[in-house]
């Protein structure tokens, strides 16, 4: 999911590009359950009538017959789960449920925030959304790390979810060992020959989203990308340079009507306190007048007294 003011959030890209390219490659690295079926549309209406979208929403055939088909939404993560967006996933989940008439599991991948996340939304003690949460330590990295380079060093054929572990480990990396990691991913990814094809392209294009959020246009930048940019190069570019404006886009969008939304409420407050003002200075107009009678009267009455020499 996407930071508080960081709408366009390179983790989001990387997210949407791997679940369009590869959804079912990236569903069985997260471990979810069933066999993929298809991705599902993501835009919803919600009980207060605005427009969301849910990260990702896919339809998986359960391994328990029972179930049948069943509803995954992915709800990605850069920063910890507050109260209201574990609120915002229930209204995922309910929509969802209604809507399309099928079980739905909420899933929470988390990079950063795990510890400080809210884990449960209750709305009665009969209606309970506890998220299923996905999110790795430092220990599993560097372990996950260390398997790479042992099998891309012995010229070893790479599994889906060990290529994976290429475009993702350096977006869960701590925020510290980020740069080295993903410096030392990009590295050993230049060097394997294992992973070829349009797979090879898309892991490629996802590590370079992460280089350019850790070094953006520095010297070790442009050295980094340097390296895939056979890869780079062989991928659909432009798809891939449309499909991020595309986003990026989008995101500007929501940011800027959620603006809007704050503007109309505030001129709203703005509007009602002008009346309230207006209705207050008519108050005090009427008073005027009120009190320009009065002294108009008393200025009668003292002349009155005056002529008859009552001071």
């Known amino acids: 999911?996407?930071?508080?003011?960081?709408?366009?959030?390179?983790?989001?890209?990387?997210?949407?590009?791997?679940?369009?390219?590869?959804?079912?490659?990236?569903?069985?690295?997260?471990?979810?359950?069933?066999?993929?079926?298809?991705?599902?549309?993501?835009?919803?209406?919600?009980?207060?009538?605005?427009?969301?979208?849910?990260?990702?929403?896919?339809?998986?055939?359960?391994?328990?017959?029972?179930?049948?088909?069943?509803?995954?939404?992915?709800?990605?993560?850069?920063?910890?789960?507050?109260q209201e967006k574990i609120r915002t996933m229930a209204d995922y989940a309910d929509y969802s449920r209604t809507y399309y008439n099928r079980p739905v599991l909420t899933v929470v991948v988390v990079t950063d925030g795990y510890e400080k996340s809210v884990k449960e939304y209750s709305r009665t003690p009969s209606d309970i959304l506890k998220p299923i949460f996905i999110h790795m330590g430092e220990d599993e990295i560097i372990e996950?790390?260390?398997?790479?380079?042992?099998?891309?060093?012995?010229?070893?054929?790479?599994t889906d979810d060990e290529a994976l572990d290429i475009a993702l480990l350096p977006m869960f990396a701590p925020k510290d060992n980020a740069m080295s990691i993903t410096e030392r991913i990009?590295?050993?990814?230049?060097?394997?020959?294992?992973?070829?094809?349009a797979f090879r392209n898309n892991i490629a294009f996802a590590l370079s989203i992460m280089i350019r959020k850790y070094f953006d246009c520095t010297a070790k930048g442009k050295e980094l990308l340097k390296l895939i940019e056979p890869e780079i190069n062989?991928?659909?570019?432009?798809?891939?340079?449309?499909?991020?404006?595309?986003?990026?886009?989008?995101?500007?969008?929501?940011?800027?009507?959620?603006?809007?939304?704050?503007?109309?409420?505030?001129?709203?407050?703005?509007?009602?306190?002008?009346?309230i003002i207006a209705d207050k200075d008519a108050v005090i107009a009427d008073m005027d007048a009120v009190i320009a009678d009065r002294?108009?009267?008393i200025r009668l009455l003292k002349a009155k007294l005056a002529e008859k020499g009552i001071h």
């Open 1 to 82: 999911m996407i930071e508080t003011g960081d709408v366009h959030h390179p983790n989001d890209i990387t997210f949407k590009y791997l679940y369009t390219v590869m959804p079912e490659k990236l569903k069985n690295y997260f471990k979810l359950p069933g066999k993929f079926v298809r991705n599902f549309p993501t835009n919803i209406i919600i009980g207060d009538g605005m427009e969301r979208e849910m990260d990702w929403l896919i339809l998986v055939r359960s391994d328990d017959d029972d179930i049948g088909e069943l509803l995954i939404n992915i709800e990605f993560q850069s920063s910890y789960v507050t």
């Open 144 to 158: 996950r790390l260390n398997n790479l380079e042992k099998k891309i060093s012995n010229q070893e054929q790479l």
């Open 186 to 197: 990009t590295r050993l990814f230049s060097v394997d020959k294992s992973l070829n094809g």
């Open 234 to 275: 062989k991928s659909k570019l432009r798809d891939v340079i449309d499909f991020e404006v595309d986003f990026i886009r989008k995101s500007y969008e929501h940011e800027l009507s959620e603006k809007d939304e704050l503007i109309a409420d505030k001129d709203a407050v703005i509007a009602d306190n002008e009346a």
């Open 295 to 297: 002294n108009k009267e």
